[in-house]
């Protein structure tokens, strides 16, 4: 059976796993490391992040691929992050990944082989307006001649409906823990937002199971590869 949650199910099953004993900077380098593995991330890339937990997933993410040889660099629409983000954009630094302003209408994007979504998260609640939508807008013009990775959620998506009439254009999006619903659902109604979806275990326990389940003959009908879902999502990911 495959998971398939709603936002607030993942939010309250992650501050379970928490203050069970796991700590919020673990699971943020389990997410990364499940992004590195299973994204084929290759010449030059860019991770883009905003100011919530996926852009803390990003900067750890940038030093895990620094550790690997591949040196990204970081575009970023903030300048103020969460503790956890603070610390993984420290370590990012410490391994000389440049962290870039992004500024409308400068094609940053265009230079790279691959791009990295991790703008925005599971909270998006109707359009996306501002800055937000800017770089949203450029990753897409970018993206139809490279690699786009969304972490967790495309961009610009709501995470339980799968609305958004403004979201990053995915290769590959990586569900971290469990689908969202949004997720799925945009996958499954062929909104061009997602081309491939997979997941990554980080090890999360989901204890209330009032949400979605499908079985294995259900996954393959809705076009997901059985064995990518055998493969990909029974690992957790340790350093």
Same mark, same amino acid.
């Given at each position: 059976m495959v998971d398939v949650i709603s936002v607030e199910n993942m939010r309250n099953s992650d501050a379970a796993a928490i203050n069970g004993g796991i700590p919020s900077l673990e699971l943020m380098r389990r997410a990364a490391q499940g992004i590195f593995d299973l994204s084929d991330l290759k010449g030059k890339t860019v991770i883009v992040v905003g100011s919530g937990n996926n852009g803390g997933d990003g900067f750890a993410l940038a030093s895990i691929m620094a550790d690997s040889g591949n040196i990204p660099d970081i575009v970023t629409v903030t300048d103020h &992050?969460?503790?956890?983000?603070? &610390? &993984?954009?420290?370590?990012?630094?410490?391994?000389? !990944?440049?962290? %870039?302003? =992004?500024?409308?209408?400068?094609?940053?994007?265009?230079?790279y082989d691959s791009i990295v979504d991790c703008l925005l998260g599971t909270g998006t609640k109707g359009d @996306?307006?501002? /800055?937000?939508?800017? !770089?949203?807008?450029?990753?897409?013009? $970018?993206?139809?001649?490279? &690699? @786009? !990775?969304?972490?967790?959620?495309?961009?610009? *998506?709501?995470?339980?409906?799968?609305?958004?009439?403004?979201? @990053?254009?995915?290769? %590959?999006? @990586?569900s971290i823990g469990s689908h969202k619903r949004g997720v799925v %659902?945009?996958? !499954?109604?062929?909104?061009? =937002?997602?081309?491939? %979806? /997979? $997941?990554?275990?980080?090890?999360?326990?989901?204890?209330?199971?009032?949400?979605?389940? *499908?079985?294995d003959g259900e996954w393959r009908e809705m076009g997901f590869p059985e064995e990518e879902r055998i493969h990909k999502e029974q690992a957790v990911y340790y350093r």
């Open positions: &992050y969460s503790p956890d983000s603070t &610390y &993984y954009m420290n370590e990012a630094v410490v391994r000389s !990944v440049k962290i %870039l302003p =992004f500024r409308k209408g400068e094609g940053i994007f265009e230079q @996306v307006r501002g /800055v937000y939508k800017d !770089v949203i807008e450029e990753i897409n013009t $970018a993206g139809q001649s490279c &690699y @786009v !990775v969304s972490a967790d959620i495309n961009s610009g *998506l709501n995470g339980d409906t799968g609305e958004g009439s403004c979201a @990053v254009k995915s290769d %590959l999006t @990586v %659902l945009s996958y !499954v109604s062929n909104a061009g =937002f997602i081309s491939e %979806l /997979v $997941a990554c275990d980080i090890g999360i326990r989901i204890d209330n199971r009032e949400d979605y389940f *499908l079985s």
